[in-house]
């Protein structure tokens, strides 16, 4: 039984959506009464579970079909996306994760700021993307500091892939942009190599390398204390083409979901890049 009946399931998209690799590995964690209550009272204005088994209407969702949504992947303990919402009204925050503690947080965050703009999902991002994303209805997508899965072993489990890009661009509009970021650099070396090989998106840099971190990502105080060690952090913006290629109509059709959904999940471990135990998380604006 959930903790909170009124709150965020445990498994959401139950057995219907099996995939054999994942990502991410789910954590429910410490509820401090402060994120529980914030559950219990908000869940059902401000959260849903990523189930599978419904399309997303986003305009109806956020309540203005008029705003932009991005599509923001692992968000750890929520402050900087709430940050993000907070200095950017207009545009709506659709912020997916699995850490329960970290989505009362963020529920409470953005009920003491009076934000309006943020929408917490629960559950598995690849299914959300594959399941329950319309085609182009994305303005923007954000991985920050997903888990790099360091071992070589595990590094199909890391989630940016040929196969996730593909059915990313399939529900990116055209021109939106894709923005990762990581304090690990040899998956910062991979991200860059796969987005560059890839046919569904072209970077913003000139020079074809990392970009600098943009003013609308808040430096927080996991990132501040990696860099004080020496820890670089790389940050990756990719724009959507302008027309896909036309085997992005698979993703569409659902053949390079299913295998992006076999490869990858979750971006992060709760948030919070596995290689790290800090107490604080990463930014996830």
């Keep these: ?27 429910r964690g410490r509820v401090t009464p402060g994120q ?33 949504v991005v599509l923001e992947i692992g968000f750890g303990m929520g402050e900087a996306t709430a940050q993000m919402a907070a200095a950017d009204p207009g545009t709506g925050i659709l912020a997916a994760d699995v850490h329960t503690p970290g989505q009362g947080n963020l529920l409470a965050l953005a009920e003491r700021a009076g934000l309006t703009n943020v929408r917490v999902a629960n559950g598995d991002a690849i299914i959300l993307l594959r399941e329950m994303i319309e085609p182009e209805a994305l303005a923007g997508l954000r991985v920050y500091f997903p888990d790099p899965w360091p071992k070589k072993r595990h590094h ?19 021109g939106a942009v894709l ?11 991979q991200m860059l190599e ?32 990696g860099i004080d060690k020496g820890h670089p952090v790389h940050d ?3 724009r959507r083409v302008q ?3 036309a085997s992005a109509d698979d993703a569409h059709a659902g053949h390079a979901d299913e295998r992006a959904g076999e490869r990858a999940g979750q ?19």
Excluded at 44 to 52: A, F, N, P, T, V
Excluded at 156 to 174: C, G, V, Y
């Design 156 to 174: 199909k489990r890391r989630l940016i892939q040929p196969e996730f890009l593909a059915l990313a661009a399939s529900r990116m509009a055209p």
């Design 243 to 245: 027309a896909l290629p």
């Design 36 to 68: 529980g209550e914030a559950l219990r009272r908000l869940w059902s204005r401000w959260g849903l579970d990523i189930d599978g088994m419904r399309r997303l209407d986003l305009g109806e969702l956020f309540g203005d079909r008029a705003l932009p």
């Design 236 to 238: 990756l913006l990719f």
């Design 194 to 225: 796969v987005l560059t090989a890839s046919p569904y998106f072209e970077n913003t840099q000139a020079d074809g390398g990392f970009a600098p971190r943009p003013e609308f990502r808040p430096l927080t105080k996991f990132e501040g204390q």
């Design 1 to 27: 039984m959930t903790r909170f009946p009124d709150g965020p399931a445990v498994d959401p998209a139950g057995s219907h959506h099996e995939r054999r690799i994942r990502s991410f590995r789910p954590r």
């Design 267 to 285: 971006a992060s471990e709760g948030g919070r890049p596995v290689h790290a135990d800090a107490g604080d998380d990463p930014a996830r604006p």
């Design 179 to 189: 923005h990762c970021a990581t304090d690990w650099e040899p998956y910062a070396e």
